[in-house]
């Protein structure tokens, strides 16, 4: 019996999460809601809420699987991309548990654990297939050959998806976290109610800085015009937002199975659980006969099941790190 315990600790949720032979058995997240008054991440207040939060986190994991300690056979964490701070901690609690029961340590590529979270239930993607990883930090279109073979195709120049809605949602006025809230409001707006500029980037690449600039300039003027226009034209406004962001992503993945011939599509990271990004991704699909793969909500957001999980095909492969190992606050997919 393998049975792989996942940390995960790259930004604000502390994670952890059992997988037994590759099923996975428990997820556990303690969120920190410290952050919201601040209107975003705290780096130094991230690390201390780990510190807190890792052992009870992992306590309850081990519990809700139905195991003990004992029964582990090697712990998977994740080394990087993320806050510094906040890495150093899964880590060392890492490193901590698997020297205390000697067994193997494996180290997860956060990146990748996202696009290997398709692999956590059925259905899952066949090789090769393209991923769309779209979170606060990242937005990359990978062609995906093997579990841990990668090639990152198109990213973002600037500005991540994730941002541009957080820092579009702050002009708006929304709080902290924001993608969300565009999210609820855009689903009872028109989405063609504004016009918002497409960047004309070449390649498979993003960039999503100019828009933020449009959509500044938009509501500015508006508002000169109805000091009340957030209040009566939120929806409208979400939905707009929303749509180009989406309308982004999505062209640049047309784009990309043009290019490499590739009919399997798939959505990670946190921007995956939108419900506009979700839906259009389906149509998509189903227009151009694709096989698409959209991972449940729990497994968009950072989470420890796909570190798990992860964690399960290096140990398989045999693929381990010693006590020297430390976190790298960037790593690239491929």
């Not at 067994?103 to 692999?119: G, S």
């Not at 509501?219 to 226009?229: G, I, L, N, S, Y």
């Amino acid at each position: 019996m393998t049975v792989i315990l996942g940390i995960e600790s790259s930004c604000d949720e502390t994670s952890a999460s059992i997988c037994i032979d590759g099923k996975i058995k428990s997820n556990i997240i303690a969120n920190q809601l410290v952050h919201a008054k601040y209107g975003g991440v705290v780096p130094e207040l991230a690390s201390r809420a780990h510190q807190q939060n890792i052992i009870p986190t992992v306590d309850e994991a081990i519990k809700q699987a139905g195991i003990t300690k004992e029964d582990i056979t090697s712990v998977a964490f994740t080394r990087g991309p993320g806050l510094l701070g906040s890495l150093l901690v899964g880590t060392s609690f890492a490193k901590s548990f698997a020297l205390a029961r000697n067994i193997p340590l494996v180290e997860v590529n956060h990146m990748q654990a996202h696009i290997l979270a398709h692999f956590i239930e059925d259905p899952k993607p066949q090789f090769p297939f393209l991923c769309l990883t779209v979170s606060g930090g990242h937005t990359q279109i990978v062609l995906v050959k093997d579990y841990f073979d990668m090639e990152l195709i198109g990213e973002t120049l600037d500005d991540a998806a994730g941002e541009a809605f957080d820092k579009t949602a702050k002009i708006l006025n929304l709080p902290y976290p924001g993608g969300p809230l565009i999210d609820k409001y855009a689903a009872d707006g028109n989405p063609k109610a504004f016009v918002l500029p497409e960047p004309q980037i070449p390649d498979l690449n993003f960039s999503f800085s100019g828009l933020k600039t449009a959509i500044l300039y938009l509501v500015q003027r508006e508002m000169k015009a109805d000091p009340q226009f957030l209040e009566h034209r939120m929806a409208d406004l979400c939905a707009t937002v929303q749509d180009r962001i989406v309308s982004i992503l999505l062209n640049k993945l047309k784009k990309a199975v043009k290019q490499t011939g590739v009919r399997q599509v798939a959505i990670a990271g946190g921007v995956s659980a939108n419900s506009g990004l979700r839906k259009q991704l389906q149509e998509m699909g189903e227009q151009r006969k694709l096989d698409v793969f959209i991972p449940k909500f729990e497994y968009c957001t950072d989470n420890a099941a796909m570190i798990a999980i992860a964690g399960y095909h290096k140990f398989l492969q045999g693929d381990f790190v010693g006590q020297e190992i430390t976190p790298l606050a960037r790593m690239s997919v491929g």
